[in-house]
Each structure stands twice: as C-alpha cells, then as structure tokens.
C-alpha cells in the first residue's frame, strides 16, 4: 500500500501476494519512487488458518 498515511488495520489494506519464500520482493511503478509503503503481515498455515495480523511497517521506495 503506498501513501503517506499508515494504515490502522487490516480493513485499509490491499492485498499484495502470497510468498511461501522469504525474501519476499515487491516491484513498483518508477514514479512510487521516494513515496512510503506500508505493510501489515501474517502467517497463513497449509491447513488455510490465518494467524494475527502484525504491526505495520514503512518503507521508503527507491528510484
């Protein structure tokens, strides 16, 4: 999610991917550059149970 304003929860989330490697790389357009994403996390098991969301986090893109 990409703006300057973290999100609060789950609900003012888009969905980005499922990885099952880490490290995880997300790609975005050349004029996100220096703009701030933010992302919120949780596990999901094989079985399809979904664990706790976690803190968001913030980035700044490259160039």
Known sequence: MAGQVA???PSE???LS???RA???A?????????T???MLR???TTAE???WSEAASATIRA
Do not use: I, N, Q, R
Request: no cysteine; glycine share 16%; proline share 13%.
């Open 23 to 25: 490290p995880y790389v």
């Open 18 to 20: 499922v990885d099952a």
């Open 27 to 35: 790609d975005y357009p050349g004029e996100d550059g220096g703009k």
């Open 50 to 52: 979904k664990g706790p």
């Open 37 to 39: 994403t933010h992302y």
């Open 7 to 9: 999100p609060t929860g």
């Open 43 to 45: 596990w999901v098991a």
């Open 13 to 15: 989330l888009s969905f």
